[in-house]
């Protein structure tokens, strides 16, 4: 049988926020999912009574008749697509116990931050990794419960660049669950979500909050450009061309030139503001899930955020003074030696001074 006309198979890796999404929608579209939960409390409630999902659609409980979850994932099987929706700390791990599922022509599918699709590529074949960045939040405030906290898409690519048969197949499946757009440029898009992210989540994380409340803060704002002016020098320097995250933000432009690192005020920054307090009233209802983590007790991923970026600009001799202090600062706070929240947030605007408002 031709493999193209029947319903890829797909195992869903990481039932958190975005995977919970992820698999909910597809579900709702009649494609038969599997999914590795890692705990059994999320795979119990799962199995006996599917996921409940609240998005722009509403509230409403998922039927799970074509969904079998694993608590680890199976010795045998076949899948088309690997869906990795795990923190970025555990991609490895995750394409490690689970690349003996891969069919023949199957892929294995990123949808952690960071720069992951490298290290993915390290444990399979490159040309069978397929990046997934994805310009929406999610999270799960109870087990098995899965709310879209924001609408966007999603932009496919591979590390060659191009596009084939399977990243097309792909976007056919993943529409079911929002707007799928193929890049020929995937690191460009990366680096672009990275340079939101680090200033999004870390902020997000340091601050305790969720973004909206801290995006109305001017000094909040101000981190924000300059932790997104750092990450697109280092970016500059790796030799990456950025893409757009939205048809109307342009970060080259949002990025502070000299000029603007010096000023206390001017248009350009009155408008730069303005464009962030926007971006902070879309996405105000969007908690890190840094922050998350560390309340569960766990590892925030920072590393694969703010610490990629401290360590590239490393390489090329770049000084990235706030990256560097909120990367600190949420790794004490996973430590428990410092607690979110806005005074905390300024003591890291206040260690990275000679910035002003």
């Known amino acids: 049988m031709d493999s193209s006309r029947t319903a890829p198979r797909i195992l869903v890796v990481g039932c958190g926020g975005i995977g919970g999404v992820v ?3 597809l579900l709702e579209a009649g494609h038969p999912v599997h999914a590795v939960a890692r705990r059994e409390a999320i795979a119990q409630v799962l199995r006996e ?6 998005d722009e659609k509403g509230e409403r409980a998922v039927p799970g ?4 979850v694993f608590v680890r994932p199976p010795e045998r099987g076949t899948y088309d697509f690997i869906l990795l929706a795990t923190p970025p700390t555990g991609v490895e791990e995750a394409v490690r116990d689970t690349r003996h599922l891969l069919g023949p022509e199957g892929a294995v599918v990123v949808l952690s931050n960071g720069l992951c699709e490298e290290r993915v ?28 906290t924001a609408t966007g898409g999603i932009v496919l690519g591979t590390l060659r660049g191009g596009t084939d048969a399977r990243v097309e197949r792909l976007a056919g499946v993943l529409r079911a669950v929002c707007p799928v757009e193929i890049t020929t440029n995937l690191r460009g898009v990366r680096w672009s979500k990275l340079a939101i992210n680090c200033a999004i989540s870390s902020l997000g994380t340091v601050g305790g909050d969720r973004l909206g409340p801290l995006m109305r803060q001017r000094f909040v704002r101000r981190l924000g450009l300059e932790v997104i002016t750092e990450v697109l020098q280092v970016a500059r320097a790796e030799g990456v061309t950025l893409e757009k995250v939205a048809p109307t933000l342009e970060l080259e432009w949002l990025a502070l030139d000299d000029a603007e690192r010096r000023a206390r005020g001017s248009a350009s920054l009155l ?7 926007a971006i902070g009233t879309h996405y105000r209802k969007m908690r890190s899930s840094m922050l998350a983590a560390i309340e569960r007790g766990r590892e925030p991923a920072v590393d694969s955020l703010n610490g990629e970026v401290v360590r590239k600009a490393q390489v090329h001799g770049i000084a990235v003074p706030v990256n560097t202090c909120l990367w600190e600062t949420v790794h004490a706070l996973g430590r428990h030696e410092l607690k979110p929240g806005l005074d905390t947030l300024r ?11």
């Open 23 to 25: 698999l909910s929608r």
């Open 49 to 54: 009574r599917g996921p409940r999902l609240h």
């Open 65 to 68: 008749t074509n969904l079998e």
């Open 121 to 148: 590529a390290r444990e399979v074949e490159a040309e069978r990794v397929i990046g997934a960045v994805v310009a929406w939040g999610a999270s799960s405030p109870e087990t098995g419960v899965y709310v879209r």
């Open 271 to 277: 408008l730069k503001h303005a464009v962030l307090l």
């Open 347 to 357: 003591a890291v605007h206040a260690r990275t001074r000679g910035l002003p408002e």
